[in-house]
């Protein structure tokens, strides 16, 4: 993985002591804010006992994000491509969540906001749902919708409410 000053230096930015800062700051978990509805919607996922795998290409460990915003809980597996040797969209990386998780292909929802590399799920025959990649502010409700593909959780759920 580049350093940030060998980012800069690529890009030709003036200072590469600040852009190793930045990019040091990237990697701390407070840099990152989950979108709104993210905890709510893994909570739920969690009550309907649905199991969860956060698949990535990040270059870095998203653990501690997720710990440090109180989700870690509510993730069963976190498949890297760093730590897998295999990126999305390569069918591999998706089999493995998938067996990881207990599950059959045709009966996951790969939720991303990169058509093609999240759509190599879609290869293997998950359901791919995409959502837009927005700044935070921008997308209040955008993993909402995916409990709406799942249906109701219970029976009660499917009733009409007054």
Do not use: N
């Given at each position: 993985m580049a350093t940030g000053g060998e980012v800069a230096q690529e890009a030709a930015l003036p200072c590469p002591d600040l852009a190793d800062a930045l990019y040091d700051r990237t990697l701390t978990p407070v840099a990152w804010l989950p979108y709104p509805d993210t905890e709510s919607?893994?909570?739920?996922?969690?009550?309907?006992e649905i199991p969860v795998a956060v698949v990535s290409n990040?270059?870095?460990?998203?653990?501690?994000?997720?710990?440090?915003?109180?989700?870690?809980?509510?993730?069963?597996?976190?498949?890297?491509?760093?730590?897998?040797?295999?990126?999305?969209?390569?069918?591999?990386?998706?089999?493995?969540?998938?067996?990881?998780?207990?599950?059959a292909p045709d009966e996951v929802v790969m939720v991303g906001d990169d058509r093609t590399a999240d759509g190599g799920a879609a290869a293997?025959?998950?359901?791919?749902?995409?959502?837009?990649?927005?700044?935070?502010?921008?997308?209040?409700?955008?993993?909402?919708?995916?409990?709406?593909?799942?249906?109701?959780?219970?029976?009660e759920d499917a009733l009409p409410q007054i």
């Open positions: 919607t893994l909570r739920e996922l969690r009550r309907r990040i270059g870095w460990d998203l653990r501690p994000v997720f710990r440090h915003h109180g989700m870690d809980d509510l993730i069963e597996q976190y498949l890297l491509s760093f730590e897998q040797g295999a990126k999305k969209p390569t069918p591999t990386i998706f089999q493995t969540a998938c067996a990881l998780l207990g599950v293997l025959g998950c359901t791919v749902h995409l959502v837009e990649h927005l700044p935070v502010d921008q997308r209040p409700a955008a993993l909402t919708a995916v409990l709406d593909l799942l249906g109701p959780s219970t029976p």
